[in-house]
C-alpha cells in the first residue's frame, strides 16, 4: 500500500504565490515512478497539472499553468513539489497529487480577486 499525504495549500489573492508538498509512503512506492500533480475545480473534471520523472529531468507541464508552475522532488524524502507563483482565480481548485495506482487526499488551494 502507499500512502500520499499533500500540504501547502490555503487562501491566496491574485498574484501571490503557494508552495504544495506531497510526501509519499509505503513499501511498493518506488522512487523510479513518475510522480504527478492534478487540479480539480468545482463542477469540472480532473485535470493533469505537471508531471517530473525519477531524474528530474523530463518535466511535462499543462499550458494553463507553463511559466507560472514549477514541478521538483526530492527522492531522498519521497516528495513532490508544487510552486506556483502569479496565482490566478482561475487556479483555484483542490490539488492532487499522483503516483501510479494511487491518489492524495488532495489539498485545497483558494486564489481571491
Known amino acids: 500500500q502507499v500512502q500520499l499525504v499533500e500540504s501547502g495549500g490555503g487562501l491566496v489573492q491574485a498574484g501571490g504565490s503557494l508552495r504544495l508538498s506531497c510526501a509519499v509512503s509505503g513499501r511498493t512506492f518506488s522512487s523510479s515512478n513518475v510522480m504527478r500533480w492534478f487540479r480539480q475545480a468545482p463542477g469540472k473534471e480532473r485535470e493533469f497539472v505537471a508531471a517530473?520523472?525519477?531524474?528530474?529531468?523530463?518535466?511535462t507541464i499543462a499550458d494553463s499553468v507553463k511559466g507560472r508552475f514549477t514541478i521538483s522532488r526530492d527522492n531522498a524524502k519521497n516528495t513532490v513539489y508544487l510552486q506556483m507563483n502569479s496565482l490566478k482565480p482561475e487556479d483555484t481548485a483542490v490539488y492532487y497529487c499522483n503516483v501510479p495506482d494511487y491518489w492524495g487526499q488532495g489539498t485545497q488551494v483558494t486564489v481571491s480577486s
Open positions: 517530473i520523472d525519477w531524474s528530474g529531468r523530463r518535466i
